[in-house]
């Protein structure tokens, strides 16, 4: 149980300095067609070095996911991973100066508080299977993220922003329970065509959202995404339990660890450094 919460809490430092060189490769690539589903985006993003560090903490992050989704239940790990924002708050304040609010610091707070709450109160992890379409409808809801992008390409910026992120955020939920799924590495198996086509779109939409939007908003819709599906699907189906009578213990912390996090939601993206003082008596530039 202890090293599974310390696996989560790991891959969650790797996300919060990884969505930081992410967006910023988002960011120097050449804008596309405005479409939410952009494959030249990608590609042209890939040739980031900023977006290929950022990839690398993920593959880090997801090695360490992989080992929490197999000791803690689902509602844990999502809370953990959504703390990676609190992260990326407390990095930028420190690394690029830039100035948190009191409520902002109150949140990095609160969100510590939810992961200890979340500790003391979650059990082991369930070990059913679940109905046997499970893998069935993650690969269908996986493709249908991908349609889901691509309709998001004609709503305004705003709109735009939150769809894709909500599409990000169920495309690597799809990847938290199809992990907790796979027994192995079968080519026949549903689940781990869904988990493999739901990271890919979660990426995808996540890039797009990144360079065509608010990354506040978008970062509010992944969090929210990535959360809530997991965290049921392994309470009702997979047989994830908290400790006895513990039941609102866990309830509250997941609630305020996620209620935190999109507090800091404005962190999906680290903010520039605020450029340097000149001193007193310096001629002003020009």
Avoid at 48 to 67: A, I, N, S
């Amino acid at each position: 149980m202890l090293f599974g919460m310390v696996c989560a809490l790991g891959s969650s430092l790797c996300f919060g300095a990884a969505t930081v060189f992410q967006a910023a490769g988002a960011r120097e690539a050449e804008p596309g067609t405005g479409s939410g589903v952009d494959l030249g985006l990608l590609w042209r993003a890939l040739r980031r070095w900023r977006y290929l560090v950022g990839l690398g903490l993920d593959g880090l992050g997801f090695c360490l996911e992989v080992v929490a989704l197999r000791t803690l239940p689902l509602y844990a790990v999502g809370a953990a991973l959504a703390a990676s924002l609190a992260v990326t708050a407390a990095l930028a304040s420190r690394m690029l100066r830039v100035r948190l609010s009191r409520i902002e610091w109150g949140a990095v707070a609160a969100v510590c508080l939810g992961l200890g709450m979340l500790a003391l109160a979650a059990g082991r992890e369930g070990h059913l299977d679940g109905p046997e379409a499970l893998p069935w409808a993650l690969l269908g809801i996986a493709a249908g993220v991908l349609l889901l992008g691509a309709a998001a390409g004609r709503l305004p910026d705003r709109s735009r922003a939150l769809v894709l992120g909500l599409g990000a955020g169920i495309g690597f939920g799809v990847v938290e329970v199809a992990v907790r799924l796979l027994d192995g590495v079968d080519p026949a198996d549903p689940a781990l065509w869904a988990l493999l086509l739901g990271g890919a779109a979660a990426f995808l939409l996540l890039t797009s959202a990144f360079q065509r939007g608010s990354v506040t908003t978008a970062t509010a819709g992944m969090v929210l995404g990535e959360t809530l599906g997991p965290a049921a699907a392994g309470v009702l189906w997979l047989g994830d339990r908290t400790r006895e009578g513990l039941g609102w213990l866990a309830v509250s912390g997941f609630a305020v660890a996620v209620a935190a996090s999109l507090t800091l939601a404005r962190f999906g993206e680290a903010p520039e450094a605020a450029p340097p003082v000149p001193a007193e008596g310096a001629a002003a530039p020009d």
